[in-house]
């Protein structure tokens, strides 16, 4: 995908679409007022006042066709400069336009705008020479935005569209626009039966669907399959907490805006838990702990909340309800590189187990100047940055670094993925934390009798498994390898009247062998019965006639191919539990 601000031609072709759709608009809806109408990375958009006019996507092509007569029209884009007084004269009825000019500053500002034809708008430029250079353009959506951002104030309704400098450039964008559409995990999640969500529950707040939970079972046993053989114990916490647990952590002070208000019970107060790491820090500190017994690595998949803006809510990838695949290990110092190493190690052999391969290892460090986000400890921040480079690189470990990006107690090391759909995803993390057991006052007996404070590295594999599930569904379309898949197998009888005793048989023999078969014995046509399967994106058809039935085969074909290979059900079967066991991508 062209990243269109980072291309400075075609930043000044859509900055200047965005113009030439406010004129059209303008023309179409007298009364409209702007406020802004910035490049984005994916073209542009123009926040708009219509009153009580609703601009709906079927509304588009008619602002399009306006749009593409005034181009043709070919109106020279003149600029001029005015004085803070000018141009509060200018666009003195346009509160919007106002409300831009009066917080300028006065001295310092050159204020500027711009004209084509009969419509001028306050803007910093540049711009093209004409309109006629604006032929190439496409109207992508509609949506609400809130004014500033600010959900105390008016909703106004935000176009969203996109300038090439030929057809070539925009048709190849829009089929590129068409396969994210089609890999968008929000429509594979509701077409799959995986998730659904209700506004009635609230925004963002997903419930799985019978489909979505046998895949997050899957993964969550396959995770935790994988620590139990690492040596972690598992535990379960509650999923809230007390106020005076996150004010103990820290997290009040510094991450109380992110999450879900407090509730006032009796003489208590208590909130819905944002992250698991209080709770891991007191189930340590509920013994006593000898250097014999560190590391001590606690795991838990664990549900969290975090009260993310609606503007910010993107289906399961940005969610206000998730599960985190967290953990926590309690070590020593000397400890830190060979933990840290082995949190490393699985994470590879996890993404080794998908197929993943392009992602890139982000050291994420804390903003200096950022007294508010980051806590206040110099000598702490020096300490942990240090040691945490010295690990990575000693691990001679690829990595770049992202101030501004560290946890409020601690750098880490954030694994950045790219989705089919072009997102930018932290799929795993692994943070070195020396402040939450200072907090939590944590120790362990040292080898010389002295109570010592451990070191926590916080790690996530699967980061939360919402997020994962995301990036599966975008990276693989919906076809998810068989051992993920809720249905592995669907089984077609040609005829339920001569086939469907056959067609059941089979089927219980499959799910005998734990492969998850469905049976599909409607009295619909086996053409319609065939496509819904594909649909379905079930990766295994059977097809069963009367010539399987005698010689007691099945015939089955994978998802997306038109072959069909004709095998006894022992071979099938063999074939499926070895796919499944050696989880073949």
């Not at 831009?100 to 708008?121: A, H, V």
């Not at 895949?215 to 005076?244: A, F, N």
């Not at 072959?563 to 071979?571: A, G, I, K, P, Q």
Request: charged content about 35%; aromatic content about 10%; glycine content about 6%.
């Amino acid at each position: 995908m062209i990243n269109i601000k980072e291309n400075e031609k075609l930043s000044i072709m859509n900055h200047s679409c965005a113009h030439l759709l406010a004129q059209a608009v303008k023309h179409l809806y007298p009364n409209a007022k702007f406020w802004v109408g910035p490049v984005i990375e994916e073209g542009f958009y123009y926040d708009i006042d219509l009153g009580d006019d609703v601009i709906s996507e079927e509304d588009l092509p008619k602002i399009e066709k306006e749009m593409k007569k005034l181009a043709k029209d070919g109106k020279r884009i003149v600029r001029e400069e005015l004085s803070k007084e000018e141009a509060l004269k200018k666009f003195g009825d346009d509160p919007y336009k106002v409300d831009l000019i009066s917080r300028m500053d006065e001295d310092n500002t050159i204020i500027s705008c711009y004209t084509q034809g009969d419509f001028t708008d306050l803007c910093r430029g540049p711009h093209v020479e004409t309109t006629k250079e604006l032929k190439h353009f496409k109207l992508l959506k509609v949506s609400g935005a809130y004014w500033k951002g600010d959900a105390k104030n008016k909703m106004l309704q935000r176009i969203y569209g996109i300038c090439f400098e030929n057809e070539e450039d925009l048709a190849r964008h829009l089929e590129y626009l068409e396969e994210c559409k089609q890999r968008d995990h929000r429509k594979l999640g509701k077409d799959l039966g995986i998730f659904m969500f209700s506004d009635l529950v609230g925004k963002g707040l997903p419930m799985w669907l019978p489909n979505g939970f046998l895949l997050r079972r899957k993964l969550s046993d396959y995770i935790m399959d994988k620590e139990l053989k690492l040596g972690y114990k598992h535990v379960l916490t509650p999923s809230l907490g007390s106020v005076d647990l996150y004010k103990t952590s820290g997290h009040w002070d510094h991450y109380k805006e992110d999450m879900f208000p407090k509730m006032d019970l009796d003489d208590e107060e208590y909130v819905l838990r944002p992250m698991n790491c209080p709770h891991h820090m007191m189930m340590f500190k509920n013994s006593l702990h000898s250097y014999r017994d560190l590391p001590l690595r606690i795991a838990e998949v664990a549900n969290d909340f975090r009260y993310e803006s609606s503007g910010s809510l993107c289906g399961i990838e940005r969610a206000r309800s998730f599960t985190q695949n967290d953990s926590h290990i309690f070590c020593t110092m000397d400890q830190i590189k060979d933990e840290f190493a082995g949190v490393v190690k699985l994470i590879l052999d996890v993404y080794k187990d998908f197929g993943f391969e392009d992602y890139e290892f982000r050291l994420s460090l804390r903003d200096k100047n950022d007294k508010e986000k980051y806590f206040d400890n110099d000598e702490m921040w020096e300490k942990a940055e240090s040691e945490l480079r010295k690990v990575l690189t000693d691990l001679k470990l690829p990595f770049y670094e992202a101030e501004g990006e560290a946890a409020f107690y601690g750098p880490k090391l954030d694994v950045q993925v790219k989705s089919a759909i072009g997102h930018d995803v932290t799929l795993s993390t692994c943070q070195l934390d020396f402040l939450l057991p200072e907090r939590f006052e944590l120790t362990y007996v040292s080898e010389t009798g002295e109570k010592v404070r451990p070191v926590v590295i916080h790690r996530a594999i699967l980061g939360s498994l919402d997020r994962f599930i995301a990036f599966l569904l975008e990276e693989t379309k919906g076809v998810l390898p068989l051992w993920l898949e809720p249905t592995q197998v669907k089984v077609i009888p040609v005829s339920s009247e001569h086939q469907g005793e056959y067609a059941k048989e089979v089927t219980d023999k499959l799910m005998e062998k734990g492969i998850k078969a469905v049976l599909d014995d409607r009295n619909e046509k086996l053409g319609y019965r065939l496509r819904e399967a594909q649909t379905e994106k079930v990766k295994y058809t059977l097809i069963l006639g009367d010539n399987e039935k005698e010689s007691n085969t099945i015939s089955y074909r994978i998802h997306g191919e038109k072959e069909t290979t004709t095998v006894s059900v022992e071979e099938f079967i063999e074939k499926l539990t070895k796919e499944i066991e050696n989880k073949e991508k």
